[in-house]
């Protein structure tokens, strides 16, 4: 088959687009208004755009309260989304009125980050501790907004659970990081293989 997007003419009950570009990392995403109230939500549209300095980001379809936040006060958390944290990061999918904590809701404890004033999610393995350098209104070819909101944070500060690191590296098939695929499916990482690359491969090429 082959179908336009823009159209919709795939004849499926459901757009297969989300599930071929899968599985995607999850950004738990930590932030809070200017009064302090915390906000904690996942993003599946969500990666790492550079290592130096270390950037990444994370796309909202629409402007909800993460975006809000971050916008306010220049600064979130991204929280490591894993297995056995998987009912608590779904429970924080709720739409919850603004204000209101999913920290509360989900029956998630914060603990405090290094160098900015948004907690991490306590339980978490790692946590990426972000400053706002961009959120972009990203537009389609026909520079209508696509209703989305892109939103670039540098990372200032890396927490890792001292359990995470085996024979120094982090140990994400044992963590069994989650990721996003289409519909309601979701991967899990419990294994992994290893690429050397071919010779002669620079070594800025990743």
């Not at 809000?68 to 009125?97: K, W």
């Not at 339980?123 to 501790?129: I, M, Q, S, T």
Request: charged share 20%; net charge negative.
């Amino acid at each position: 088959m082959h179908y336009t997007p823009a159209a919709g003419d795939h004849g499926l009950p459901f757009d297969p687009f989300k599930a071929i570009v899968a599985p995607r990392p999850i950004g738990w995403i930590a932030s809070h208004d200017r009064a302090g109230r915390l906000n904690l939500a996942p993003y599946s549209f969500f990666n790492a755009v550079s290592t130096n300095p270390h950037i990444v980001m994370f796309s909202s379809e629409g402007i909800k309260d993460s975006v809000t936040n971050i916008e306010a006060t220049g600064e979130f958390v991204c929280n490591l989304a894993t297995f056995d944290l998987r009912h608590a990061m779904n429970e924080t999918s709720a739409p919850l009125p603004y204000g209101e904590s999913e920290f509360d809701a989900a029956k998630l404890e914060t603990a405090a980050s290094v160098s900015v004033s948004v907690p991490r999610v306590a339980v978490a393995a790692a946590a990426l501790e972000c400053v706002l350098i961009k959120s972009d209104h990203i537009k389609g070819v026909d520079g209508q907004w696509s209703g989305s909101v892109v939103v670039f944070g540098e990372v200032t500060s890396v927490y890792v659970a001292d359990h995470a690191i085996r024979d120094g590296r982090f140990d994400m098939a044992t963590e069994k990081t989650l990721a996003r695929c289409g519909y309601r499916d979701y991967a899990v990482v419990d294994s992994l293989i290893e690429l050397s690359r071919p010779a002669g491969t620079p070594e800025g090429v990743r």
